[in-house]
């Protein structure tokens, strides 16, 4: 079965600092969508990733798909603490018609003000 | 609604009792999943409904571990004598269609047992 991988656990950085998170596959990815979740809530969607070599930004944050559809990178220029909260990479590993997705272990960032 | 509703938010149970956590998915969402989120971990796939089609349970750990989904809309998961391990926040998703896009998340019943 298809398994996620995410480094790091957790990370620490001063505000306005640039951080990355990484997701890795052990298959090659159809679909890879990106979350993030504060404490006490549910997960927001922040973007999906179909092609290989795909890039989409949304505010200060961006996301990439390798060209071998394996890893992934979610970036986040200039960090606010608004950004903290655990990041999740879920993974639709059958061309999207999948029944569900799975999940990475995630990545807890703290920003410090 | 506009978006998934869980209920309760929190719960706290005595090990050996039984619970139910509700979910209120988006209306006209015909999908909708189960998850469990424990403390370090990450999401674990629970169970799956679509439409009228039978569910998707291979993620249930054990027979103490039961969901139905009255008339294609509200869904209930059901433990059954709770254990201490069974302690995390279960959350709820629905979504368009049978495909992984699209899913919008419930805030979570954060299950104690104690």
């Known amino acids: 079965s298809q398994e996620l991988e995410q480094s790091p656990q957790s990370l620490i950085v001063q505000e306005g600092k640039n951080l990355t998170i990484n997701c890795t596959s052990s298959?090659?990815?159809?679909?890879l969508y990106w979350y993030k979740q504060k404490y006490g809530e549910g997960l927001i969607f922040l973007m999906m990733?179909?092609?290989?070599?795909e890039e989409k930004s949304h505010e200060k944050i961006t996301a990439k798909l390798d060209e071998k559809k394996q890893q992934s990178s979610l970036h986040i220029t200039a960090s606010q603490p608004s950004h903290a909260g655990i990041y999740l990479c879920?993974?639709?590993?059958?061309?999207?018609?999948?029944?569900?997705?799975?999940f990475g272990t995630g990545t807890l960032l703290a920003v410090q003000p | 609604g506009a978006g998934v509703s869980q209920s309760p938010s929190n719960k706290v149970t005595e090990k050996g009792k039984d619970v139910e956590l509700r979910c209120d998915p988006i209306?006209?969402?015909?999908?909708l999943y189960w998850y469990r989120q424990s403390l370090g971990q990450g999401l674990e796939f629970l169970i799956y409904?679509?439409?009228?089609?039978?569910?998707?349970k291979s993620g249930l750990p054990s027979d103490r571990f039961s969901a139905e989904r009255t008339g294609g809309s509200v869904s209930t998961l059901t433990i059954q004598r709770t254990q201490q391990e069974d302690s995390a926040v279960y959350l709820c998703?629905?979504?368009?269609?049978?495909?992984?896009?699209?899913?919008?998340f419930g805030s979570g019943t954060r299950l104690t047992v104690v």
């Open positions: 879920g993974a639709d590993g059958r061309g999207g018609a999948t029944n569900k997705l799975i």
């Open positions: 298959k090659t990815l159809y679909g």
């Open positions: 209306s006209g969402h015909t999908a």
């Open positions: 990733l179909q092609k290989g070599g």
């Open positions: 409904f679509q439409g009228n089609s039978a569910p998707d």
């Open positions: 998703a629905s979504s368009l269609g049978g495909s992984s896009r699209g899913y919008t």
